[in-house]
């Protein structure tokens, strides 16, 4: 498995994000840049982490961040 890979697909102004390896410091960054501009293009981001295996407390700020964005916006994450 990789260590990080990130792909993701527009479905009907939904970004879907799919996730595989590991979130951790060094992956922080390309996860909030994706998280960051779906925000401005996007009413909806579902992320799919079934294939992480690690998730260090970085990303959850990330992802809270995000999902707080999206809801302010009149968004949602899942």
């Known amino acids: 498995m990789p260590e990080f890979e990130l792909s993701s697909a527009d479905r009907d102004g ?16 390309q996860l909030d840049d994706t998280l960051a501009d779906s ?7 579902v992320l799919d982490l079934s294939a992480v ?19 302010a916006a009149g968004g949602l994450l899942a």
């Not at 925000?39 to 981001?45: L, T």
Request: aromatic residues 10%; without cysteine; hydrophobic residues 50%.
């Open 53 to 71: 295996g690690f998730m260090d407390t970085r990303e959850l700020v990330v992802i809270v961040g995000s999902w707080e964005g999206l809801l």
């Open 14 to 29: 939904t970004l879907v994000a799919s996730l595989f390896g590991d979130l951790d410091i060094v992956t922080s960054r």
């Open 39 to 45: 925000r401005a293009r996007m009413y909806g981001v």
